[in-house]
């Protein structure tokens, strides 16, 4: 298992364009997570997923962001009509739902976003 | 409402001192998870240590301690003999610990430089 993948892992758009990143979890892996972090901030939370379901979204996910899970493994987060303020480091996570409470979240490497 | 706060923007430390990374938080839930995570240049956050809001004792993870204190709502991290590849953001987590509640709410990091 080589973790979890983040694709692309850079992306510049222009203004206005829409984009899309995939995540593919850790495989056994049921949870999903999906967060932003600007720069010099810590990550914020945008949403998750268990299995298939998407069971939380964050204020942050405007009506322009939208994210999938189907089938339960792979996910991806599209941002339509591409903002500047979009412009950040997307983190995807993922964890099992059972286990010791401390552990289990994997990040992977992030997906850089600039808005020209 | 969740609060993670890191006063520290910046930490110069010379290689093989001990070193103590400050983090407070603020909530209102009797049952929550301290985390802290290091996230080098390539943009990953790795998982270093936590800490459950009722565990009795400080946890250790190697060269990482956690000493927390929970009537002051403090989590400082100490890394002791510290190396150079030390060097990177670390950031203090929180999350609730009941059913359903998922999201880690993060600090502003602390960026730590090992110095030779």
């Known amino acids: 298992d080589t973790g979890v993948s983040q694709d692309p892992r850079h992306k510049i758009t222009k203004r206005g364009q829409n984009v899309t990143f995939r995540c593919d979890p850790i495989s056994e892996h049921n949870r999903l997570y999906w967060y932003r972090q600007t720069l010099g901030q810590g990550p914020e939370f945008l949403t998750y997923f268990q299995n298939e379901a998407q069971l939380e979204k964050s204020r942050l996910l405007s009506d322009r962001f939208s994210a999938e899970r189907p089938k339960g493994s792979f996910s991806t987060l599209e941002i339509q009509r591409t903002e500047q303020g979009d412009s950040a480091m997307y983190l995807c996570?993922?964890?099992?739902?059972?286990?010791?409470?401390?552990?289990?979240?994997?990040f992977g490497s992030g997906t850089r976003l600039t808005v020209v | 409402a969740q609060k993670i706060t890191q006063t520290q923007p910046g930490m110069f430390v010379q290689e093989k001192e001990a070193v103590t990374l400050d983090c407070t938080y603020d909530?209102?839930?009797?049952?929550?998870?301290l985390f802290w995570y290091k996230q080098p240049s390539s943009g990953e956050m790795i998982f270093l240590i936590y800490?459950?809001?009722?565990?009795?004792q400080n946890a250790t993870e190697g060269r990482y301690s956690l000493n927390f204190q929970k009537a002051r709502k403090s989590a400082n991290l100490v890394i002791s003999a510290s190396q150079l590849g030390d060097s990177a953001m670390y950031f203090c987590a929180m999350r609730e610990e009941k059913q359903g509640a998922q999201k880690l709410v993060f600090g502003q990091g602390t960026r730590l430089t090992i110095n030779p």
């Open positions: 996570a993922s964890s099992l739902s059972r286990g010791r409470k401390g552990y289990g979240y994997t």
């Open positions: 800490q459950g809001s009722y565990d009795e």
């Open positions: 909530t209102s839930d009797q049952s929550y998870g």
